[in-house]
């Protein structure tokens, strides 16, 4: 292998992270979201190994044809619904349930002819101001769904919470009360809550909980990670030592000289660089583990290679180099590049080499 930059997918942890989020959401269903390619840990591993979900979460009806074409018999629920009338007919051939959030939607289905009832989300917009019906709106939008013989009975009312993950921030009260308030002659279950909103918000605790960063081991609380949280990470993405040299002192390392050797020391470069969706914004500090230790970045991370300063640490040549995971919190390389871990774990290119583990 030419190559050795490698993202491993930790089966178990994921499905020990669905059983956490389980033992917390008290009796909920549970709507794993897998959009983003599985938060870039790959859909169609990440719904094998959470199978045992009552749902799955998907930004798009093409998610949805991966899934079946998978052989995913679960429930699926496509977040943005359909985009065009003729969407309804694919959303019956996969039998995929479909999110209704604005009236020309409504209409769609009021003006379709096809006699087989559609599994349909209601979605209301407490405050987040994306996607939803205004909650003055969600009255006459449920009962005219209910009045239509090709939605079935069962309809799930649903908002999203905007500011959950601050536990201190009134909105998501507000936003519960006015779920509350916008459903309150609505038959059918709900779902309010959700990675945030499960760990903070009672309030928001009903028929349904819709998760996504926890099942993944990332951390939905500013400041914390998502093994502070009982977590574990599904990814750990690691590379190789593909040199070793010693550079003099006062020498710069990397694009635009922006790190200079404060003494003779030896400099390790790793086979990972943006090319691969390594951040090309993380400073000069960031961490790494090699062989268990801590080793930092030193200068710019470039195309296809990051420059780390060895000293103390006795590497040697192919040595392991972790980017994130296990040992290493992805939380802690997001806050270097100014972002957040979600961002980091999508980003994956297709020059990783995505492996599967059982731990």
Sequence with gaps: ??????????????????????????????????????????????????????????????????????????????????????????????????????????????????????????????????????????????????????????????????????????????????????????????????SAGLLGWPGAQAEWVRVGGLLYGLSVVAGKSGGDLGFEPGMTLSARLISIKTVRAGETIGYAATWRCPEDMPIGVASIGYGDGYPRSVASGTPVLINGQRAQIVGRVSMDLVTIDLRGIGAQLGDRVVLWGRGLPVEEIARHATTISYDLTCGMTKRVLFVEDNE
């Design 1 to 194: 292998m030419s190559r050795a930059t490698v993202a491993t997918i930790h089966l178990g942890a994921l499905r020990r992270n669905l059983a956490r989020v389980r033992d917390l959401a008290r009796g909920a269903k549970v709507m794993a979201v897998v959009k983003a390619d599985g938060y870039g840990h790959g859909l169609e591993r990440v719904a094998r190994a959470l199978s045992d979900a009552d749902a799955f979460g998907v930004a798009a009806l093409g998610d949805g044809l991966r899934l079946r074409a998978a052989g995913v018999a679960n429930r699926v629920v496509v977040l943005s619904g359909p985009d065009e009338p003729a969407d309804l007919a694919e959303f019956r051939r996969l039998q995929l349930d479909a999110v209704i959030h604005h009236d020309e939607q409504l209409r769609w289905l009021e003006g379709d002819r096809d006699p087989r009832p559609l599994r349909i989300w209601l979605k209301v917009d407490t405050g987040m101001h994306r996607l939803g019906f205004d909650p003055g709106a969600a009255a006459s939008a449920g009962a005219r769904l209910r009045a239509l013989s090709n939605v079935r009975a069962e309809i799930v009312s649903m908002t999203h919470f905007a500011a959950s993950d601050e536990f201190d921030n009134p909105m998501t009260a507000a936003q519960i009360a006015a779920f509350e308030a916008a459903t309150a002659g609505l038959p059918g279950a709900h779902a309010l809550a959700n």
